[in-house]
């Protein structure tokens, strides 16, 4: 099996998707547009970096909703208005302090919520800690991984709306990374797209 990765072709997906640091981790790149023409059953994930416009997506909504249907794996990371094209996402924004981290002793709150979870023998609660943008009702019987400060989750696994899988986060890794701002993002995928390879290419369902 494989990964495909969406390209939307900004910047930092560029840097994200095709730098030497991360290219290997993905077998073909697709943009958006391209999807109809790919048969994307044929990979064991589909992964969708942040800050895809959605509308670029949501073309290819039943065409990513089939793929689930048949037991696909979709990673979908934030800012990408995931509820749009995705089944079964409830999503509320909150407002975004850019630089909580410069009040002595501040705490963004983020926490594991599932730490038994095989992510993170590969990612602790700092490698998750940059700013937030929303959380999720995740539906019920999800596995929550990560929570905000309220207890909101903010990263989950979604094994009950299809038969397939999503890995929802509204972390935004990519554009950061790609950015060369914020280092905890650089980590975050450091341990997140390894364990994609390792843990969900081919990797039977539990």
Known sequence: MSILAIHPGAYYHIETLEAPRYAHYFDRLVRPEDLPGEDIAEHAVVF????????????????????????????????????????????????????????????????????????????????????????????DGSQVLAINGDGKPIFYVDEVTTPGRMIITSLDPCFHHGSHFMPATTRFLDGFLPWMREELDGAPRK
Do not use: K, M
Not at 58 to 87: K, M, N, S
Not at 117 to 129: A, I, N, P, Q
């Open 48 to 139: 969708i970096p942040c800050r895809t416009p959605a509308d670029r997506l949501t073309p290819h909504a039943d065409q990513l909703r089939a793929y689930l249907d048949q037991g696909g794996t979709i990673v979908a990371t934030g800012e990408t208005a995931l509820e749009v094209f995705l089944p079964g996402i409830t999503f509320t924004p909150q407002p975004t302090n850019w630089w909580w981290w410069l009040t002595p002793g501040a705490d963004l709150g983020v926490r594991i919520a599932s730490p038994d979870h095989s992510l993170f023998g590969r990612l602790g609660e700092r490698d998750l800690t940059w700013h937030l943008h929303g959380w999720f009702d995740p539906p």
